[in-house]
């Protein structure tokens, strides 16, 4: 069993940034890939960034170069740090560990960016 807990998110003017921080409970968060999946209202859940084991990232188009993951193994936490922000940046902003079959989500954190 993975908790994962988020934190960070909050209101930010456009061309802000935010870092979004997703705690892990557990030994063995060094065997699972984790990611950031954003959600907005009526939408299907989208996925942000994927870092793997090994720290092989992955990103949608519109967020590289933008958007970097990171995670921090010791710690058992990975990171999103989000900047120039834009509007349509706006959602509920969710972290996914996964291995196999095995999939945990947080309980997620929302980031609003406005004016």
């Known amino acids: 069993q993975v908790q994962l807990v988020e934190s960070g998110g909050g209101l930010v003017q456009p061309g802000g940034s935010l870092r979004l921080s997703c705690a892990a409970s557990?030994?063995?968060?060094?065997?699972?890939?984790m990611g950031w999946y954003r959600q907005v209202s009526g939408e299907q859940r989208e996925l942000v960034a994927r870092i793997t084991t090994g720290s092989v990232t992955t990103y949608v188009d519109s967020v590289k170069g933008r958007f970097t993951i990171s995670r921090d193994n010791a710690k058992t936490t990975v990171y999103l740090q989000m900047n120039s922000l834009k509007p349509e940046d706006t959602a509920v902003y969710y972290c996914?560990?996964?291995?196999?079959?095995?999939?945990?989500w947080g309980q997620g954190t929302q980031v609003t960016v406005s004016s």
């Open positions: 557990g030994s063995i968060f060094n065997f699972y890939a």
């Open positions: 996914k560990a996964s291995r196999g079959f095995s999939v945990f």
